[in-house]
């Protein structure tokens, strides 16, 4: 962690002239590099220095090399925003984010300020896991794409598994206290009320975010609620450490969750014992059957030591390839009319669009429980021995949800 904040405090001088940055495609990652956020931001400098060096294997873009830029946030929209900004100085027109919607809402306000105001400068800002829906909706921006799937769509197809599930009875809401956890406990109590109403919301706490070290007290109230399943959107060491509680206390429910498959988070549901009881909804897992996946997993797996939780980085970047080359050219202004409407084949299998209304990607979504695996299941995590089974598919259609977005356009 050290050596990769060492890493972005330098790496602005390494590539100082506008000039160099020409001749290379150089793409900003904000995200936490220190802090309590390091362990996911570390993953995804990684994730997308692979992907980078994928790309460069076949010949870069538009014949550039490809670097990843690595800008260390802290998880805080005011350092973000400091961060952008320099790098924008130094000649990145292309920009990727994903940990916090706080910071995503603040980065997409800002480019699209910073467009306005300098024609001809525009800057892309490529969101790879920032999920609150405003930002495809009310706050949607010409100059922001989304290529994970909005907590809205993770939601509606989390609760559409769970109203077939006749054993859930009573429900705990545990989610950080920013607008991401927001989301997630609103729209879980008007899915739930509409597509069960029998169920009881027996608990609806909210937390700060990534400061919380030690989740008992929580865990103690959801014991005393008596409830038999648990949903919460936390991510990083506030998914890990809040199953670390929940094993310490011998809590056994069902956890219905966005992002149990981050670092620590199936290592904390191993401890728990919890085998097949912990839900995850996302866009893909390592144990689908699909070969050209299964491969690409294979190859991370032996440069680095964990597996691949961002399928969704890997479109994001090979669709940023495809539209460079679609439209002959870097400028941003023309890779984003590229991008509008384009349809691909996703890494996990299936057809995805970015639909041109809002710059929300869409994909099939899966709900998949990790444990015990089958000998169809390949993949273990974080070396525990259990692996992710998918439990159901969702097609790409199903996923469409309506937008209010009223995008204003250069």
């Not at 362990?39 to 010949?59: P, R």
């Not at 929209?77 to 916090?100: C, F, H, M, W």
């Not at 409830?227 to 959107?233: E, F, L, M, N």
């Amino acid at each position: 962690m050290r050596k990769l904040a060492m890493i972005a405090a330098v790496a602005l001088p390494m590539f100082g002239t506008a000039a160099f940055a020409q001749e290379t495609v150089k793409i900003g990652y904000i995200d936490p590099l220190s802090g309590g956020g390091a362990s996911v931001g570390e993953v995804g400098y990684k994730t997308f220095q692979f992907l980078a060096d994928e790309l460069n294997a076949k010949g870069g873009i538009l014949g550039k090399k490809v670097e990843i830029v690595p800008l260390d946030n802290k998880t805080n929209p005011q350092e973000s925003l400091i961060q952008a900004q320099k790098a924008i100085d130094a000649g990145v027109r292309y920009v990727t984010q994903g940990n916090g919607s706080s910071v995503a809402g603040a980065l997409s306000d800002f480019v699209t300020k910073f467009n306005d105001r300098n024609p001809g400068k525009e800057v892309l800002y490529f969101n790879y896991a920032a999920v609150d829906p405003v930002l495809t909706n009310d706050k949607c921006s010409f100059w922001h794409f989304r290529w994970d799937a909005n907590s809205d769509i993770k939601m509606e197809a989390l609760t559409n598994y769970m109203k077939g599930v006749p054993a859930i009875k009573k429900v705990y809401l545990i989610n950080q206290d920013y607008s991401f956890g927001e989301s997630v406990r609103t729209t879980a109590k008007k899915m739930l009320a509409s597509k069960r109403p029998d169920i009881q919301v027996v608990g609806d706490e909210l937390h700060p975010l990534l400061k919380i070290t030690d989740f008992a007290p929580y865990i103690a109230k959801i014991k005393a609620s008596g409830a038999d399943s648990v949903i919460t959107g936390n991510w990083g060491q506030d998914f890990a450490l809040l199953l670390k509680a929940a094993a310490d206390a011998g809590l056994k429910v069902n956890w219905y969750t966005y992002y149990a498959g981050g670092t620590g988070g199936p290592t904390a549901v191993k401890q728990a014992n919890l085998n097949h009881q912990v839900f995850q909804v996302g866009e893909g897992i390592p144990n689908i059957d699909h070969k050209p996946s299964q491969e690409f997993e294979k190859a991370l797996r032996a440069k680095y030591d964990f597996s691949l939780f961002y399928p969704r980085a890997v479109n994001e970047m090979r669709m940023f390839a495809a539209a460079a080359e679609k439209a002959k050219s870097l400028d941003p202004v023309k890779v984003a009319a590229a991008l509008e409407g384009m349809e691909w084949d996703v890494f996990n299998g299936g057809k995805g669009v970015m639909r041109k209304s809002d710059h929300q990607f869409f994909q099939p979504m899966y709900i998949s429980s990790l444990g015990e695996r089958s000998e169809k299941e390949p993949f273990d995590e974080e070396k525990t021995g259990w692996g992710w089974k998918m439990v159901a598919k969702i097609d790409t259609a199903a996923t469409e949800l309506p937008t209010t977005c009223k995008m204003e356009r250069p």
